[in-house]
């Protein structure tokens, strides 16, 4: 950590407040492995809603919640009639998931609002600190469903019908749970939307830096790829008679990182999955079925990816003698967030005397469906090697605290910001 | 098939009863999808057994079995001094195995004992048809299991003491079928081995060419590999931080596939097996487990190759920044077969009138111990679409008499040849 001491004196969070609330929410679900397991709309997730709207009623927020289960704690502005400044994240996790993908931005969020009340400070603007409903989707099968529902991307008949591996629906675990509110599920006008989370990624940490200024998230193109060939004896199956999907499969896995290369720093193309037929150590594989994905924050890039890939590998699969199916299961165009928000979070940090860098998310987030209706920016913490969406996710209590420093300097910037 | 009608009508072998042979055969551990599972000492392995050695004795042979449960079907020759002409193969199948692996060569070498008799020849020198035990290993782990104790590569009570999956020992499954006989498991003086089989692979098939004259095995090398990267998400993850072990695996992959085409028709080089980890789709794998084979049948290629493979995958691995254990499991050095005996197969084949090339066996084969201690060769016969080890193997009636008279003129010759 390269911050000086009088940059954390100059903080007007609490932070060792704000580490005990996020070991506090922690403990709902907390798994044996020092993980959380707080899956949407369980009984464990309702747990931790009541206890979040304790602590939110507790500082005097008003809490509302709309028909897809999202929480909005409010903080009355000297001027009611201007549109409120939201942030927040989500409390739901992965099904092994760590404790601050998603509950930091929460919870830092409560911590701006207990400090404010600390400093006595009311903002021009109304505040609406927000946990959105199953953001990780490991549940009902979509992510970020309640802020998609809330800026318009799912219908909420829709998003309340989904169901689970027992055939529960998204709307019967609301009622089961009783956090079926009545607020109508859509969005509103308001001035700026932040949230704070951390990176789940390697940068921040390797640089040393304390904030990442999040101008954007990565577009997204992704495919499933099955390669077919044919099955052979490894012994008595000569090289001119081979179709060997798995040698196929290799080789566009390869063009796959090369296309990563070629796009510079900027690049993601990814292959996690692979299932070879029949994996048998002495037979010529005659079937790989295999993920690809590609991500950039530029939706033209996304755009040629979505077809330069299908042609290269086709080109290879030829090469090969194995028939290629690439086939195309959605394109995420980039969000590019908004300059007045972004501008905010760097004079933030700067004003809590933090390092920090521009950095694009390569996840995705609520942040990413607000920014459709509302000028938004997000703020990246580092987390221990990199590493989310496993049990073993790890912050610091100084890396916490700087990150929600920011946010309450954001937050309280904007909502007092000349109009 | 390119044979004559004046040669089929020259073979000395009644291509009906052989086939009719084959498909009793068959109904011993036969499955609803036309193959067959007839594992080694099993209840139907023993009745298989049981009817083999009625159909030997009814053609006048006497079955002698070992201690490692080999059956030898003896037929007297004009001279008892000299050593036995041998052939034979397996009556044990794969799993979900076909009609014709193994038991083909040793129904086949039946027919001919019967033809003999129906022709009332008798040779010069006695005959010995063998059904070895464990051919496939599938049950206990060790492959050739009959043929290696017999050749000495295994000893006998190494052998008796292996276990299947339910602890059961190879002794006590001899024990429990009544085929654990007194006959020592050991190598005696023998003139010739020949072995009927399957190709298992697609040459003759492609080519239309009805016999294979098998020169010698291949040498075989295979090394396990496991590729450690670091797991990292898909979509944080900048290329530069990124340690693939799938892209590593998949480069090591191309580089067997290239090794493999750089040594022409002779080469063999495979990965059939491959284990991602986490295999998810947003993870960049952190981990990936997988088998290398190569086969060639000169043994100084196979050392060659034992050498240049481990160093040639360590540069990919170090250029992508991931960690690569190959593990050398074994080298198994080529077998040439006996001239002496290429030479009978191939006059053999002339007398069938059945068109033939030279071909190396890539799979194992009892042949390979035998080769050990007797002038041993092959014959092969096409199957359809090389499939083998596969419910769906498949050959047709004409196919199996051509080899099956290709026998019949081979061990004719050899145990009538001049000393």
Known sequence: MSTAPNAAASRRIDASRLWDSLLQMASFGATAKGGVRRLALTDVDGAGRAHFRAGCEAAGLSVRVDEIGNMFARRAGRDPGRAPVLFGSHLDSQPTGGKFDGAYGVVAGLEVMRSLNDHALMTEAPLELINWTDEEGSRFGTGMLGSGVWAGAYRLDQALSLTDSQGVSVGAALEAIGWRGSAPAR????????????????????????????????????????????????????????????????????????????????????????HVLPNSRNTVPGEVRFSVEFRHPDSAEIERLAVQFPREAGFIARDCGVALEVRHLYTVPAQPFDPGCIAVVRQAAAQAGCTAREIVSGAGHDAVYVARHVPTAMAFTPCKDGLSHNEAESITPEEAAAGCAVLFEAVLARANRAL
């Open 187 to 274: 969005h509103f006008p308001a001035d700026a939307y932040f949230e704070l989370h951390i990176e789940q990624g390697p940068i921040l940490e390797s640089e040393g830096t304390e904030i990442g200024i999040v101008t954007g998230a990565q577009g997204q193109v992704w495919f499933d790829a099955i390669a077919r060939g044919r099955e052979a004896h490894a012994g008595s199956t000569p090289p001119a008679a081979r179709r060997d999907a798995l040698v196929c499969a290799a080789r566009v896995i390869d063009l796959v990182d090369r296309m990563m290369r070629a796009r510079g720093e900027a690049g993601r193309g990814t292959v996690g999955e692979v």
